[in-house]
């Protein structure tokens, strides 16, 4: 089966690393901003 994703990647594997590499980053990001301590905890 072909996986569809902007990534070119044909590798369910591949494509899970790939999508943690990411999400980790963004999530330093967000960290290092500064922007999680504006969000107030159960508010969407």
């Known amino acids: ?5 902007k990534l ?3 590798s ?3 494509l899970a690393r ?4 990411i999400s980790k ?3 330093l990001e967000l960290f290092e901003s500064g922007a ?3 969000l107030v905890p159960g508010k969407k």
């Not at 089966?1 to 994703?5: G, S």
């Not at 790939?18 to 590499?21: D, S």
């Open 18 to 21: 790939e999508e943690e590499r």
């Open 25 to 27: 980053k963004k999530a």
């Open 1 to 5: 089966m072909a996986l569809e994703n």
């Open 36 to 38: 999680l301590d504006k």
């Open 8 to 10: 070119g990647l044909t």
């Open 12 to 14: 369910s594997a591949d």
